[in-house]
Nanobody
């Protein structure tokens, strides 16, 4: 069982920045986990914002390309989402996901709220 804990959300003005963190409760091998950040807003499906493959390849939804960066720190068992030039449409609950590419097991964090508003 993998426990994921997100942090770093909050209220920020348009144009501002935030860094989200996702810490795994026990040592996981990023070599077999695809790590992702998802966003959910009321009335809409949860959508993939960014992910990071075991090989280190990244993928972003078009709306955040050039503004968000996903990264990981193997020593700290932590994945980050650096968000810059935030817009009101970035508002939502951000969830961290760990997907085991061998067993297909999926783990989710509890989510962290990001609100972009003046």
């Amino acid at each position: 069982q993998v426990h994921l804990v997100e942090s770093g959300g909050g209220l920020v003005q348009p144009g501002g920045s935030l860094r989200l963190s996702c810490a795994a409760s026990r040592s996981i091998s990023f070599s077999i986990y695809r790590m992702g950040w998802y966003r959910q807003v009321p009335g809409k499906q949860r959508e993939l914002v960014a992910d990071l493959t075991p090989r280190g390849n990244t993928n972003y939804v078009d709306s955040v390309k050039g503004r968000f960066t996903i990264s990981r720190d193997n020593a700290k068992n932590t994945v980050y989402l650096q968000m810059a030039s935030l817009e009101p449409d970035d508002t939502g609950i951000y969830y961290c996901n760990a997907a085991n590419i061998i067993t297909n097991a999926n783990y989710w964090g509890q989510g962290t709220q990001v609100t972009v508003s003046s």
